[in-house]
């Protein structure tokens, strides 16, 4: 097994435990653009996920900034960061080697999200929670286009 082929997977896991719905927005970004994913999955080209997913991750962003907000950490956070790095780690894996990806995405994502979030909550200490969030935003928004266009063909390809 070449570790180095799911490089793509892990990485997008590392930015699903920042912000759960990046992957998937940036997945249906690309789809839309009409590029080509290395591992083949349905769901990818289905108008529902590919609007769902922009609409969920310019929701999280808002919502990240609002005092409310719970830690990426409770269940329903960790569950959306399961999913989204599973279904983008997949994607970004070799054909035939998806459920390997979705593996090492999930396994990537999660004990990260713990660590994002002790970074965050430094952060928010020093500079406040919408100074910080729009920073981790860039970040993420940024390495997640970054590993999903080095990581998928042109359509014509």
């Known amino acids: 097994m070449n570790l180095r082929s799911l490089?793509?997977?892990?990485?997008?896991?590392?930015?699903?435990?920042?912000?759960?719905?990046t992957p998937m927005a940036?997945?249906?970004?690309?789809?839309l653009a009409g590029?080509?994913?290395?591992?083949?999955?349905f769901v990818?080209?289905?108008?529902?996920?590919?609007?769902?997913?922009?609409?969920?991750?310019?929701?999280?962003?808002?919502g990240d900034k609002m005092k409310t907000a719970p830690d990426r950490t409770v269940f329903l956070g960790l569950l959306a960061r399961v999913m989204s790095a599973g279904i983008a780690g997949a994607a970004l894996a070799p054909e035939d080697r998806e459920t390997a990806g979705a593996a090492?995405?999930?396994?990537?994502?999660?004990?990260?999200?713990y660590l994002t979030l002790a970074g965050r909550k430094r952060a928010i200490a020093r500079i406040g929670?919408?100074?910080?969030?729009l920073i981790e935003d860039a970040l993420m928004i940024a390495a997640g286009a970054a590993i999903v266009a080095l990581s998928t063909k042109s359509g014509r390809d």
């Open 44 to 62: 990818l080209d289905h108008p529902v996920f590919k609007f769902g997913a922009l609409a969920m991750g310019a929701g999280e962003l808002m």
């Open 7 to 21: 490089l793509s997977s892990a990485m997008i896991g590392a930015v699903a435990s920042a912000r759960s719905m």
């Open 26 to 31: 940036t997945l249906a970004a690309a789809r």
């Open 35 to 41: 590029r080509r994913t290395p591992g083949r999955l």
């Open 129 to 133: 929670q919408t100074r910080s969030g």
């Open 104 to 113: 090492v995405a999930i396994a990537t994502a999660v004990p990260l999200a």
